[in-house]
């Protein structure tokens, strides 16, 4: 796909008030009135060197800097031109071309990353953005996750744009915030500058910031599993309580008022397993290991990776779910139930089976089916309770699913052409519905379903809810990619995000490792 196709992807979606906002962020002149052909021509001229290499506009002595930075020594004068300077930064850039053509279509994807804890706060309580009360240091992360699922929500609702955003984003940051921002960025500020330059300096280069942010949690990532990779029992059993206490707070380890040393040990030696990735309970930043892993076990590693955030989105899915619901969900798998089962055993069974899809077709697949299919296969099910159930008026979607789940059982247990007429029937409705799933139903019906799930909210989010615990119902933690976790995405929980936006963290190093030991 050529660059300029990508650019076109991006640029498509904006209003015409973006094109011209990104030409003056950019001070880019433009003609105005203007008509959006000729924004879309000038922007098109200058997209290559603002907005996916923009090291082509800097000076030698900058581009030297980066070079310099990344271990590059240059030639000084005419002997290094400024062509071959670019051409070695090219080389050492934080992402590729695609990378960054792509990135530009989705701005709310990395456009927060580099807000304090604070600004996100002010952000979303600006805008009555719900937080949660959960443990560090995945506050700010949930934080994030949740402002930037409501990132377009807001916009929509102040009537601005959102692919290039405008000054709203910027409306709770004071004049003194946004010049941190810089400081903070190594950007300077405009002097004298009106507010409306500070924002515009902090839209312009929030990428650029962004890609500095990630490159240097890279390489902390890389300290950290240094530091880790290299501290063996011996060490730690040899140190003193003040070298292990030195070595916590280096390390961000809380050590709890009167703390012993035998428990400072234990201490540390959880930490280096969860970073090193070896044990069961790793946390998501186990990916960190991948340093000290040959490179062809980074893919595998990555996947655990993410296995283990799937799990802990899933666990937390499944405490609000009802008696009923985890039945249900056991039943859909064929796993034996034991009689006057508490809740939290019925759950506990459930997290053991989280591995298991809902077996084939089941009593259960008509749980999610619409109101209109429920009738249809009613209908025409050739059994007469169910037929009357599904001709009568005020039969409520519960009564229909409760019908075609016994009519279903009776021709389950019948097998033949009964049999066969109902599993046929299900696999052209399940198909029809797979896109629109939820779509056709009520408001009531949604929430009903959601009962079951503990879960409400408004339509928009009842109908994203019900997809996506009618996905983890069906699949547990093993959906096939297009279906199941690849659909919930960053809805699930800002862990999540964080695992997949960790993948690649030390794969450099690892590779390097590989490289070394082959």
Known sequence: MSALTWFLAAYNKWHETELERWLSDNDIPYPTPADRKNLEILIQ?????????????????????????????????????????????????????????????????????????STLKSFADKHGIPGYTVPQPRKRDTLLQQVRNNYEKVAKKAGETASYPGDWLYETWSESDLKEWLDTHGFPAPQPATRDE????????????????????????????????????????????????????????????????????????????????????????????????????????????????????????????????????????????????????????????????????????????????????????????????????????????????????????????????????LAQATQSAKDNIFDTWSESELKAYLDSYGLGSTLNELKAEARKQSTYFKYGTSGPVDTAFAKIGESVKGAYQWVMSQLGAGATEAKKKAKNEL
């Not at 040990?265 to 000290?292: P, Q």
């Not at 050739?382 to 009568?392: C, F, M, N, P, T």
């Open 45 to 117: 001229k200058n997209w290559d060197n603002y907005a996916i290499s923009p090291y082509r506009n800097w000076d030698t002595d900058k581009l030297s800097s980066y070079l310099k930075a990344k271990g590059v020594e240059t030639k000084t004068g005419a002997e290094e031109n400024k062509d071959s300077l670019v051409s070695q930064v090219q080389g050492l850039w934080y992402e590729t071309e695609d990378k960054a053509q792509q990135a530009w279509t989705e701005m709310k994807d990395w456009i927060l990353d580099t807000w304090t804890e």
């Open 198 to 425: 500070l924002i515009a300096a902090v839209r312009r280069n929030s990428r650029l910031a962004y890609l500095k942010s990630q490159e240097k949690m890279d390489a902390a990532s890389a300290r950290t599993n240094a530091a880790y990779g290299t501290l063996t029992d011996k060490i730690i059993d040899a140190w003193s309580d003040s070298q292990l206490k030195e070595f916590c707070d280096k390390n961000g380890i809380t050590v709890p008022q009167g703390t012993k040393a035998n428990q400072l040990r234990a201490l540390v030696r959880k930490h280096r397993a969860e970073i090193l990735g070896d044990t069961v309970s790793g946390s998501a930043a186990s990916t960190f290991g991948a340093a000290t892993s040959k490179a062809g076990n980074q893919y595998a590693k990555a996947t655990n990776d993410v296995s283990l955030a799937a799990q802990e989105a899933f666990d937390q899915a499944i405490q609000h779910w009802s008696d009923t619901r985890l039945k249900a969900y056991l039943d859909a798998r064929g796993v034996p139930v034991p009689q006057a089962s508490k809740t939290d055993e019925l759950r506990a069974l459930v997290r053991r089976n989280s591995h298991k899809a809902a077996s084939g077709y089941n009593a259960w697949t008509w749980d999610d089916l619409s109101y209109e299919n429920l009738k249809n296969y009613l209908a025409n099910s050739g059994d007469a309770a169910a037929k009357k159930v599904g001709e009568s008026a005020s039969a409520t979607r519960e009564d229909l699913v409760k019908a075609a789940q016994d009519a279903y059982a009776s021709a389950s247990s019948a097998g033949g052409d009964s049999y066969a007429s109902a599993t046929s029937y």
